[in-house]
């Protein structure tokens, strides 16, 4: 179950997660190790790999007077690989953490998946490639998934499935190279847009088991806004809201929205349609009542579509 809270964020810092309410699993939000597993024939579960940095490397909020983000991680957890943090995890398990303790062996070979930077839509190629760090050559059955993931880390429907048998020679590495189509994946993305691969496999000469795995956050198209006028207290100015659909689907019953506070109040559109490829234009009239600096906020929303949105900032004046 999920939870954020209220918590001491001291408490969580110091490992003392037997305060309330939720120290205990905010405590395991920046401290958690990803440990992966094979199941055996038998049912039991072994475990093959710990990966101990990749959760909890940030916790980011709002920056204060501005856009940016600000890394509150220091105040929830002393430095990864510190004495501190050592001390902090041994007080954790006294109130009852548990925590992989094993140490698997690691693999001579390597797997090394790709940081991309794709759109929601897009074609793209995603390459795997597998490290040979041993001096002899190196046999691998490889079992390759990616699927749609919910921000919780639930996987939901898989659109690639490729089991490869790679042979690298010694001190070499192979590349996997394989072809995602957005008509694969655009029907089945939630929200946030997240695809999630895995690779795992079996090493012939060894009997090791290697395993990776990413997470791709799509990047959704932006909405533009542009504002036009005096910039004055109960003087009229224009908002325009322009969008391009960049697939070659339509996106149906499509909501479009926008307000700023102090100078628009909610105002919202409806288009039953907007075809692959076409672009609209949204022209709204509204009148500031307030000075000071502010933005004007737009988004854009549909089923085939989420987190669509822009921005524009305005300072009025007296």
């Not at 309410?21 to 199941?39: K, L, P, Q, W």
Request: with cysteine; glycine share 8%.
């Amino acid at each position: 179950m999920y939870r954020c809270g209220p918590a001491s964020v001291l408490a969580i810092k110091h490992g003392e997660i037997c305060f309330p309410f939720d120290a205990a699993f905010v405590f395991a939000e920046v401290n958690s190790d990803v440990v992966f597993y094979s199941r055996k024939n038998d049912g039991t579960m072994e475990p093959v790999k710990v990966n101990q940095t990749h959760v909890g490397r940030m916790v980011l909020t709002k920056a204060a007077g501005s856009e940016g983000r600000r890394d509150l991680i220091d105040q929830y957890k002393f430095p990864e690989g510190s004495p501190e943090e050592r001390t902090v995890l041994e007080k954790a398990e006294e109130f009852g953490c548990k925590r992989e303790k094993s140490t698997p062996a690691v693999a001579d070979v390597d797997v090394v998946l790709p940081t991309l930077e794709i759109g929601v839509g897009d074609d793209f190629e995603f390459s795997v490639e597998f490290v040979n760090c041993s001096d002899q050559k190196r046999t691998v059955d490889a079992y390759i998934s990616g699927s749609v993931v919910y921000y919780t880390g639930v996987s939901g429907k898989e659109f690639l499935l490729k089991t490869p048998t790679v042979t690298i020679q010694a001190q070499k590495s192979v590349k996997e190279l394989m072809t995602v189509e957005s008509r694969n994946y655009m029907d089945h993305l939630v929200e946030q847009a997240n695809l999630h691969f895995i690779v795992t496999g079996k090493i012939r000469e060894t009997g090791r088991i290697v395993t990776a795995m990413k997470v791709i956050t799509l990047h959704n198209p932006k909405l533009t806004v542009e504002l036009t006028g005096s910039g004055k207290v109960n003087e009229e100015m224009m908002a325009t809201v322009q969008f391009t659909n960049p697939f070659s689907i339509n996106l149906e019953s499509v909501y479009l929205r926008m307000e700023g506070p102090g100078v628009m109040e909610p105002k919202s559109r409806y288009y039953s349609l907007i075809p692959g490829g076409s672009s609209l234009t949204w022209t709204e009239p509204f009148i500031p009542q307030r000075a000071g600096k502010t933005r004007l906020i737009a988004t854009l929303d549909c089923s085939g579509l989420r987190q669509v949105c822009g921005q524009a900032s305005i300072t009025i004046d007296l």
